[in-house]
């Protein structure tokens, strides 16, 4: 029964390993040149002074002109990198939507069916053989962007936090390939042929995704709160976090946020007459401060957990409902 899985899927396997080959030749020459590029032009000194303090004096040109060069240099990079978004839903479609819609719709599971091989042990020994070859693509995967993007997320920009970035690196891709190739199983056990299914994977695994992305993960765990001065600000939030911004603005003395996605800094010998010509526009007074609704960059990795665990137990779920519908297939 192994052998005859691994038959079956041996061209998949060998795409796949393609596949992460061409990766592995972008990844590693522009990795390699992305540190070698950090550490020449001083960058680890430069986030090293600013430490893990919320708020920091603002950085001194040359720091300032260092990070402008490395993500002038680099930025893009993250760019190209999301084409590999789609490489979790690829292996789903090719791999989980087949598995059992490419039996049933060609027939051959009858004869495999009536040769002594129950439907539970036939599930199993294909979903076991499917899952570890697609569990070891999306750890080489997942890991490897994080090595990839490191420098990045070192520099503080992008965000690990992008809501891109965080879908392509850590530990969320082996969540989001498993549950993509449990969708596919589960879909070909309702359509039972190959073409509907894999659409059924596409269209769910895109749903799934864009609702936890949008309305669950800002609110796993619940938002810190960063305020500074208007008027004489001597220090500016600490950039180089990494943090994941979610609001931020001006507020008045009384709380009510008088300017949204604005931050203003006054002279620290401004006077009362000259604050409000700082801010005169927008109704800015005497007790006035920058206002920041965040998550801490320190976070990310328990954000990656929450997620994966979320992916995963929604695999296992559709997996158990899979192996339940091929005991009805006729």
């Known amino acids: 029964m192994m052998w005859l899985t691994w038959h079956q899927h041996r061209r998949q396997a060998l795409f796949t390993l393609i596949g992460l080959a061409a990766l592995a030749a972008l990844m590693i020459p522009t990795g390699l040149s992305m540190r070698s590029t950090f550490t020449s032009l001083g960058l680890p000194d430069c986030v090293a002074k600013a430490g893990d303090a919320q708020l920091v004096p603002p950085g001194g040109e040359t720091c300032n002109a260092a ?20 490489l979790p839903l690829l292996v789903g479609l090719f791999w989980g939507a087949p598995l059992v819609a490419r039996e049933v719709e060609q027939g051959t599971h009858r004869m495999v069916w009536t040769q002594g091989i129950s439907r539970r042990r036939w599930a199993l020994v294909k979903f076991g053989l499917v899952g570890s070859v697609t569990l070891a693509v999306a750890v080489v995967y997942g890991l490897g962007m994080s090595w990839w993007l490191a420098p990045l997320g070192q520099s503080g920009h992008p965000s690990r936090f992008d809501v891109l970035l965080f879908d392509m690196q850590g530990i969320a ?9 449990a969708l596919g199983v589960f879909a070909g056990t309702v359509w039972h042929k190959v073409l509907p299914a894999m659409a059924a994977t596409l269209t769910g695994f895109v749903g799934v995704r864009i609702a936890l992305t949008t309305l669950a993960r800002p609110h796993y765990l619940p938002a810190r709160i960063l305020t500074y001065p208007v008027k004489g600000a001597v220090l500016q939030p600490n950039r180089t976090l990494g943090d994941w911004v979610q609001s931020f603005g001006v507020r008045d003395a009384t709380g009510k946020l008088v300017a949204a996605n604005s931050e203003i800094a006054c002279s620290a010998d401004a006077t009362a007459s000259g604050t409000t010509d700082c801010g005169a526009g927008l109704g800015i007074g005497p007790g006035a401060y ?13 954000f990656q957990g929450i997620e ?16 339940r519908r091929i005991r009805r297939i006729a």
Do not use: E, K
């Open 290 to 302: 920058n206002w920041q609704q965040y998550q801490p960059a320190g976070r990310f990795w328990l």
């Open 173 to 181: 891709p082996i969540g989001y390939t498993v549950f993509a190739v």
């Open 308 to 323: 994966t665990g979320i992916f995963l137990a929604l695999a296992g779920l559709l997996l158990y409902l899979a192996i």
């Open 67 to 86: 990070l402008h060069q490395f993500h002038s240099q680099f930025g893009d990079l993250s760019s190209v990198g999301v084409l590999f978004l789609v």
